[in-house]
Structure formats: C-alpha cells, structure tokens
C-alpha cells in the first residue's frame, strides 16, 4: 500500500460510487419536471424513470412492471413483506436465522428456522415449519436472503421457494448482496417476491426497488398517490433511480471480474491461517461470493481488530452488530454455532468493483502485523510473508 492511501473493504456495507452511477446522478438532476406531470418536462422525467426500469428489471428476467422503486434496501424488504402480509389476512411469516434486521423486526418474535454450521440453511427445518404452518390453516410466507450479507454464504432460495410453493405458500427473496456478484434470476429462484438496492454495488444511498411477480398477493403500504403502479406512493427519486440503474448496468456486466476475486481472497485466507493457525474462516465450507471473507480468532476482539487496521489504513466491518457502544455477538454467527466470544471475534472484508489484487494481500500483511501485536502468541511469524 502506498504511503497514505486507504484500502476499502466494506462494500457489504456500502461500495463506493461508481463513476457511471455519478454521472448519471449529475444529469438527471439537470431535470426539472415531476414525472407524473404531463408536460415535455415531466414527460423527460418519466422518460428516465421507465428506461431505468426496464434496465433493473432487464437484470433479473423480470418484466418492467414488475419493478417499484423504494427509499433504499429495508424500504424494498418492508415493502414486499408488509404488501404481502397486507394482502393475506392468514399469512404467517416464516423466516431463517440469518436474515437481515430488516426481515426480522418486521417477523417480531416468530422463531427463525435454523441453519447448519457451514452457514446455509436447513431446508428439513424449513420444509417442518412450512407444513406446519399450512397443517394449522394459515399461508406460509418465506422470506429468504440469497447471499447473507456477514458470510457471503449463497442460500439455496430456489429449493426454498419450491418447498413454500408446494404447501401453497409464498416467497421473498433478499436479493440485496447478490446483485452484481452472482446470477439473480427471478426465473430460476422461482420467488414472488424480491428486494434490491442500489448503494451495495456502487449506486447511490437512499434506492431500492422490488420485485413482485404479476398475480402475487399485494396490497400498497405507502399510499397517497398512484406512483409505481399504486405499490408505492411518492414522487420518485428520479436521480437516484438514475444513479441505481448505471451501477445495475455496470454491475452486471462486471460479474465475471467480480467472481475474478475468489482466487485473490482464498489466497488472503491462506496467508491468515498460515500465520495464525488458530484462526477460523466462517462460511468457508459452503459456496460464497467471491469478494467476501468473515475470519476471526477467538479472544482478539473484533472492534480492536477494526480500530487496529483503520490506523493501519484499511476500512473493514465487525461480524457483530454495534449498539449504544456495546458490541453484541452476530446472530449470524451464533446461529451457525460459534460461542459468543467466537461471535465478537469475527470481522468481514468484502471487496468489490473498485478492488485490485494487492488489495487482499495488504490486508492480509497488516492482519498479521496487528494480531501479532495484540495477540503474539497467536501468530507464528516465520510464516509471515
């Protein structure tokens, strides 16, 4: 790494703008009309919405009026979950132990389904829970993530999806942190229902979209206008719609290089436990993203981690969620069966567009140099290289 520059991994969090995606921002907020005015002003306006449509729409076989756009990511979860809840007065939410808080706190306290210790969910589980639920006369609906955002870990939604299907229920899929890194394709998933967001893979903040297929049950949340097709109400964020469009079409180009990366983050992962044998790479065992990597020793703290490697010029990410200064263990990870000091052990490096090789393996030297520090007796330092 050169003398100060900075080293980004936490695209699961945000990954930063893409050039196109700015661009695209600029010029749309040259417009001025409203896009559901009818004048030529409007009319351009609404012109740049339905292109921006068909192209997100276009990225997952989907049709563009299928497509409503949304104040971001947990706006297109809430949005597909409540429009479903809404509309069948017997569905009962089913959800797996790793979804995001934007599924959970709209489940309450219904209990998660669990998952196995590779990180991918029981499908046995979720097939019990399903027949359950439709044994006690109820709907069952799904909702499950396609790639876990802490892990990388990619969740079998298809086989999901048919499981819910054949007990009469319904589907919804978090497709937030796939896009732009493997295939969406609501024709193979099979789902009802999916969310998107466009600041994950170098669109603006503040964009999402869903995805609800023609005939499924569906009732507005937001209302007060006909916008979207009457699912959401608002006046459109045109330039961010824009900005979401370009990173989709940028994206999805870029998916093979994106995939590229795997090489470079099993590579950084080898260095890790090299150095510390005693060090865990959760997730590994099953199939993940290419650019994400959630390691951790036992006993170093994943906030001294953090602090350590921003000093050091690297921006990375807990696997635990922080609260009014308290860290607390990853759901994600308990669930998997780490203990709770394993849990706020971990921490997440995801990679993206913008990642070149060197990258991974800079990281990897400055996790060594910092654990040998705080921690020397965890790592062997002859194999440092």
Known sequence: MSSGARIYADYNATAPLR????AAIVSALGLTGNPSSVHAEGRKARALVEGARETIAAAIG?????IAFTGGGTEAVALALRGALRAVGNAKLITSAIEHDAVTTIAGDVSAWPIKPDGVVDLDRLRAEVAA????????????????????????VAEAADIAHKAGGLIHCDAIQALGKIEVSIIDLEVDYLSLSAHKIGGPHGIGATYVKAGAPFAAVQTGGGQEFGRRAGTENVAGIAGFAAA??????GIETYQSLSEHRDRMEEKLKAAAPSLQVHGSGA???????????????SETQIMGLDLAGFAVSAGSACSSGKVKPSRVLTAMGLSDTAARSAIRASFGWATVWQDFDALAEAWIKHAARARPQL??????V
């Open 62 to 66: 989907a049709c563009r009026d299928d």
């Open 19 to 22: 050039a196109e995606a700015k």
């Open 248 to 253: 989709v079409a940028q994206a999805t180009r």
């Open 133 to 156: 639920v439709a044994g006690r006369g109820e709907r069952p609906l799904v909702s499950l993530m396609l790639v876990n955002n802490e892990t990388g870990v990619i969740q079998p």
């Open 379 to 384: 790592v062997k330092l002859d194999t440092h």
């Open 287 to 301: 199939a993940r993203v290419a650019g994400v990597s959630c390691f951790g020793v036992e006993g170093l703290p």
